[in-house]
T-cell receptor
Framework: GNSVTQMEGPVTLSEEAFLTINCTYT??????LFWYVQYPGEGLQLLLK?????DKGSNKGFEATYRKETTSFHLEKGSVQVSDSAVYFC??????????????FGEGTQLTVNP | DAGVTQSPTHLIKTRGQQVTLRCSPK?????VSWYQQALGQGPQFIFQ???????QRGNFPDRFSGHQFPNYSSELNVNALLLGDSALYLC??????????FGPGTRLTVT
C-alpha cells in the first residue's frame, strides 16, 4: 500500500535559517503530493501541492519538487520566520486523477523557529 | 464563504459509550472525508462519502460508521468507545476529486 516517510523531528532553527524537511513516498501509479501545515490547536491547511513528476509546488516562500526518480518531495524555505513554527505533514493521494481521494500522511515534523 | 465547520469542538466520553461528530462542508463541495489524528501522529483515513454513499474506507473497525445527508453534511459515529479512540477527528471536504480542505477538528477524550 501507499506510505509516506518524513524526516524525524523536531527541528529547531534560528530566524532566517534555511529549512529542509525530507519526505519520501511509496505508491503505485501516479500520486499527487502535498504538504500540509498544522498550527497549534488547529486543523490542517494545504501549503502546496504537485500533481505530476517534475512539478514544483510553491507558496509563502516554501517550495517542493515532485521527484519520481527518487520518490521524494522535500520541503524547503530559504529564510524561516518565527511565524513558520508549526507541524508539517507530507501526504499523497492515490493518483492525479483522484486528488480528492484518500490522503496518506507522514508522521509530521515539528518545526520551531527561535528569534 | 464559510470553510469546513465541525461540531462539537471538544467532548469527553466514557468507555463503552457512543459518540456522534458532525461536519458541514465548504460551500460547493460534495465529498466529505473523515480522518483520525492521534496525539503526535499523522492523520489516518477513516472513510469518504460521496452522493450519500461510503465510497472508500480505511482500516477502521465497523464501530466507526458514517452518514452523508442530501445537503452534503456528514456525521461520524463511533460505538463502544475505547480509550484508544481518544484523538482529534478531522473532516475534509472537496468537490469531487479535487483537493481537500480540512476543518478545525473535534477533540474526543475517552475516559
Amino acid at each position: 500500500g501507499n506510505s509516506v516517510t518524513q524526516m524525524e523531528g523536531p527541528v529547531t532553527l534560528s530566524e532566517e535559517a534555511f529549512l529542509t524537511i525530507n519526505c519520501t513516498y511509496t505508491a503505485t501509479g501516479y500520486p499527487s503530493l502535498f504538504w500540509y501545515v498544522q498550527y497549534p490547536g488547529e486543523g490542517l491547511q494545504l501549503l502546496l501541492k504537485a500533481t505530476k513528476a517534475d512539478d514544483k509546488g510553491s507558496n509563502k516562500g516554501f517550495e517542493a519538487t515532485y521527484r519520481k526518480e527518487t520518490t521524494s518531495f522535500h520541503l524547503e524555505k530559504g529564510s524561516v520566520q518565527v511565524s513558520d513554527s508549526a507541524v508539517y505533514f507530507c501526504a499523497l493521494s492515490d493518483s492525479w486523477e483522484t486528488s480528492g481521494s484518500r490522503l496518506t500522511f507522514g508522521e509530521g515534523t515539528q518545526l520551531t523557529v527561535n528569534p | 464563504d464559510a470553510g469546513v465547520t465541525q461540531s462539537p469542538t471538544h467532548l469527553i466520553k466514557t468507555r463503552g459509550q457512543q459518540v456522534t461528530l458532525r461536519c458541514s462542508p465548504k460551500s460547493g463541495h460534495d465529498t466529505v472525508s473523515w480522518y483520525q489524528q492521534a496525539l503526535g501522529q499523522g492523520p489516518q483515513f477513516i472513510f469518504q462519502y460521496y452522493e450519500e454513499e461510503e465510497r472508500q474506507r480505511g482500516n477502521f473497525p465497523d464501530r466507526f460508521s458514517g452518514h452523508q445527508f442530501p445537503n452534503y453534511s456528514s456525521e461520524l459515529n463511533v460505538n463502544a468507545l475505547l480509550l484508544g479512540d481518544s484523538a482529534l477527528y478531522l473532516c475534509a471536504s472537496s468537490f469531487g476529486v479535487h483537493e481537500q480542505y480540512f476543518g478545525p477538528g473535534t477533540r474526543l477524550t475517552v475516559t
